[in-house]
């Protein structure tokens, strides 16, 4: 019987510990201040009023130009990859002398799946070997008289 239990309390403490993650990713002003936004505003008024935007086209042919802010959500658990779960999109159009014409609110519906480049960017840095790593943990320590921290 106690091994019974031990292994049930084994299996759902497995399950409990895999908690749901969330990802957020973008950065979208509060709602308050997406409502103040209105047709016939100036664009310098709308990035006043939202902060910068997620992008910003140059003028099309026409002069149309337009800004986009964006928001997603992706939650993990366990070993699963992410899911997106929420993707909130703001599009601003603007006519040719820069005055807001339309405004739109796309969801993860409207926008569809997007194909994400799954290349890294290098970051600059050093590689650290297993035992520099290891004694990182213990403070600053120098390998043959010269400073680990540095790559030569």
């Known amino acids: 019987m106690f091994k019974k239990i031990m292994l049930i309390s084994l299996i759902i403490s497995g399950i409990t510990g895999c908690g749901l993650e969330h990802y957020p990713s973008g950065d979208l002003p509060p709602q308050a201040r997406l409502s103040a936004v209105k047709t016939g505003d100036t664009k310098e008024k709308v990035i006043r009023v939202l902060g910068s935007p997620a992008s910003e086209n140059p003028p099309l042919p026409d002069g149309e130009s337009f800004l986009i802010y964006a928001q997603?959500?992706?939650?993990?658990?366990?070993f699963w990859d992410p899911k997106e779960v929420r993707r909130d999109v703001y599009v601003y159009y603007?006519?040719?002398d820069n005055i807001l014409t339309r405004q739109e609110h796309l969801d993860l519906s409207d926008c569809g799946q997007v194909a994400y480049d799954e290349r890294q960017t290098p970051v600059g840095g050093r590689d650290l070997s297993v035992f520099e790593q290891i004694a990182q943990n213990f403070g600053r320590y120098t390998a043959g008289g010269q400073d680990s921290s540095i790559r030569r």
């Open 72 to 78: 997603n959500l992706k939650e993990s658990q366990a």
């Open 94 to 96: 603007f006519n040719a």
